[in-house]
């Protein structure tokens, strides 16, 4: 690794720089930042020799552009990206999103907004399912939040008029857009052709399918796949890997390659390791956290810690974790593959995986967690929100149900708990949440107009 041979005053710029890529996989002259780019460039060499030995990643750099193909080895149900005011995509978002960079491609250096609409609309007239209709305020709304997003990473520039006005009123609102054809191309290089493909399977890594027979190969290829567990999962836990990867976990230089890498911290226990990233520029989700769903989260984890520490673990009954669902995603996601769209004549079978690196997995105990039910929960989170209710967001005071369920999400997102029908499984990773201690801060208006109110109270 050429981290080894840096400078140890200069080693934290290539820390910031590898953690900079890896959380935006694309960076622009002005994304997420006009200091991105410049970063990256300086450390560039470096940056495309570590990525590529530690995680199997590549990285191309241009004058205007950084872009690091990464590696799959799982479908993630809960990855994907979101609109600039952070609501989730949806699948008609994303239909739009990539209709909008193919008609980008063929375009010349301007476009306005209606034009590109046109365009979408006249290409998702074609694909079963989609379809954009100017006259529709939802699909108006939906196609601005995918242009929103080619606009914050720099794909497009807008260099006249409003897309708000357009989304309300198309026929008094436009928007004029130069493009940027360095950042399209950078952004829609995919991998595999999707018409090639039968599977999703087929945009996966290939794991230990590596050419030739040699064990160093599948070792290596083993190596990478949990260091990018690593970095892609809260917490890797060694139950959910098999034999060669548990074993690559164990071993201490493991971890510390993404330790030297990244500049995070490897937590070690038993169960398994999680990266604690104190700098909290890497991960998307920042627990503990602010707002009433992440307070409420911390509240929660907090409590089950304490029920599941409890002497005797107070009767509570310890079950295995549910079957792996990934087949499962796998098989919806193929099923939902037109047949038509599939190029007969080019199209590729699932991966198969070499024989000669098979691992046959040994019989190992079965770990038991401890079963949180859906009552304790309930009544536990009745008596939080008692306690603390006033210092949520208002929205939430009113929907007690509807928090308790976005902060056991958040506690399932982060590898916390595992959601089991009649209650949530106590994973390893929420001991470090015990012994919560809560302080709520009185606050006193700037201007008390009703002096008789009490004043304002947060939670920290």
Same mark, same amino acid.
């Not at 994907?80 to 250096?109: I, K, M, Q």
């Given at each position: 690794m050429k981290a080894r041979t840096i400078p140890s005053l200069e080693l934290d710029s290539f820390q910031r720089a590898v953690r900079l890529i890896l959380t935006h996989h694309l960076v622009t002259v002005s994304y997420p930042d006009p200091n991105a780019l410049p970063l990256v460039r300086r450390w560039a060499t470096e940056l495309r020799a570590d990525l590529l030995e530690v995680f199997g990643y590549r990285l191309e750099v241009t004058e205007t552009t950084a872009r690091l193909f990464t590696v799959a080895d799982r479908l993630d149900p809960g990855a994907g990206t979101s609109t600039v005011s952070e609501r989730p995509f949806d699948r008609r978002r994303y239909a739009y999103l990539a209709l909008a960079l193919a008609a980008l491609g063929r375009a010349g250096n301007q476009i306005s907004l209606s034009e590109l609409a046109e365009h979408v609309a006249a290409e998702a007239s074609q694909v079963d399912g989609v379809e954009l209709a100017a006259d529709r305020a939802? @699909? &108006? @709304? !939906?196609?601005? @939040? !995918? *242009?929103a997003w080619l606009c914050a990473r720099g794909a497009i520039t807008l260099a006249d008029g409003d897309a708000g006005r357009w989304a309300s009123d198309p026929e008094i609102g436009e928007a004029l857009y130069d493009i940027d054809r360095a950042v399209v191309t950078a952004l829609f290089r995919p991998a595999r052709v999707v018409q090639h493909l039968r599977s999703v399977r087929g945009l996966l890594a290939d794991g230990d399918a590596a050419v030739g027979p040699e064990r160093t190969v599948a070792t290596a290829e083993v190596a &990478?796949? *949990?260091r990018r567990a690593l *970095?892609? +999962? #809260?917490v890797l836990y060694a139950e959910e890997l098999d034999d060669a990867e548990a074993l690559q976990l164990a071993l201490p230089r493991t971890a510390a390659d993404v330790e030297l890498l990244t500049g995070l911290v490897a937590e070690r226990r038993a169960e398994g390791v999680a990266l604690v990233d104190s700098s909290g520029r890497l991960s998307d989700v920042r627990f503990p956290g602010t707002g009433s769903v992440a307070q409420l989260a911390l509240l929660l984890a907090g409590e089950i810690s304490a029920r599941v520490l409890e002497p005797g673990d107070a009767g509570l009954l310890r079950v295995p974790l549910p079957p792996d669902r990934h087949d499962a995603l796998v098989a919806a996601v193929d099923a939902a593959i037109p047949d038509s769209g599939v190029f007969a004549a080019l199209a590729v079978e699932d991966p198969v995986v070499s024989e000669a690196v098979v691992v046959e997995d040994e019989e190992r105990?079965? *770990?038991?967690? #401890?079963l949180i039910e859906d009552g304790w929960l309930a009544s536990t989170v009745g008596q939080l929100v008692d306690a603390?209710? +006033?210092t949520f967001a208002a929205q939430w005071q009113a929907d007690p149900a509807g928090l308790a369920a976005a902060a056991l999400d958040l506690l399932e997102k982060l590898r916390l708990v595992v959601r089991v029908p009649g209650g949530v499984l106590a994973l390893p990773a929420l001991a470090r949440f015990r012994g919560v201690t809560v302080t709520v801060r009185e606050r006193d208006p700037q201007i008390d107009l009703y002096p008789g109110d009490s004043s304002e109270a947060e939670l920290s």
């Amino acid at each position: 690794m050429k981290a080894r041979t840096i400078p140890s005053l200069e080693l934290d710029s290539f820390q910031r720089a590898v953690r900079l890529i890896l959380t935006h996989h694309l960076v622009t002259v002005s994304y997420p930042d006009p200091n991105a780019l410049p970063l990256v460039r300086r450390w560039a060499t470096e940056l495309r020799a570590d990525l590529l030995e530690v995680f199997g990643y590549r990285l191309e750099v241009t004058e205007t552009t950084a872009r690091l193909f990464t590696v799959a080895d799982r479908l993630d149900p809960g990855a994907g990206t979101s609109t600039v005011s952070e609501r989730p995509f949806d699948r008609r978002r994303y239909a739009y999103l990539a209709l909008a960079l193919a008609a980008l491609g063929r375009a010349g250096n301007q476009i306005s907004l209606s034009e590109l609409a046109e365009h979408v609309a006249a290409e998702a007239s074609q694909v079963d399912g989609v379809e954009l209709a100017a006259d529709r305020a939802a @699909d &108006r @709304d !939906a196609f601005v @939040d !995918a *242009v929103a997003w080619l606009c914050a990473r720099g794909a497009i520039t807008l260099a006249d008029g409003d897309a708000g006005r357009w989304a309300s009123d198309p026929e008094i609102g436009e928007a004029l857009y130069d493009i940027d054809r360095a950042v399209v191309t950078a952004l829609f290089r995919p991998a595999r052709v999707v018409q090639h493909l039968r599977s999703v399977r087929g945009l996966l890594a290939d794991g230990d399918a590596a050419v030739g027979p040699e064990r160093t190969v599948a070792t290596a290829e083993v190596a &990478r796949r *949990v260091r990018r567990a690593l *970095v892609q +999962r #809260p917490v890797l836990y060694a139950e959910e890997l098999d034999d060669a990867e548990a074993l690559q976990l164990a071993l201490p230089r493991t971890a510390a390659d993404v330790e030297l890498l990244t500049g995070l911290v490897a937590e070690r226990r038993a169960e398994g390791v999680a990266l604690v990233d104190s700098s909290g520029r890497l991960s998307d989700v920042r627990f503990p956290g602010t707002g009433s769903v992440a307070q409420l989260a911390l509240l929660l984890a907090g409590e089950i810690s304490a029920r599941v520490l409890e002497p005797g673990d107070a009767g509570l009954l310890r079950v295995p974790l549910p079957p792996d669902r990934h087949d499962a995603l796998v098989a919806a996601v193929d099923a939902a593959i037109p047949d038509s769209g599939v190029f007969a004549a080019l199209a590729v079978e699932d991966p198969v995986v070499s024989e000669a690196v098979v691992v046959e997995d040994e019989e190992r105990p079965v *770990v038991l967690h #401890p079963l949180i039910e859906d009552g304790w929960l309930a009544s536990t989170v009745g008596q939080l929100v008692d306690a603390y209710g +006033r210092t949520f967001a208002a929205q939430w005071q009113a929907d007690p149900a509807g928090l308790a369920a976005a902060a056991l999400d958040l506690l399932e997102k982060l590898r916390l708990v595992v959601r089991v029908p009649g209650g949530v499984l106590a994973l390893p990773a929420l001991a470090r949440f015990r012994g919560v201690t809560v302080t709520v801060r009185e606050r006193d208006p700037q201007i008390d107009l009703y002096p008789g109110d009490s004043s304002e109270a947060e939670l920290s």
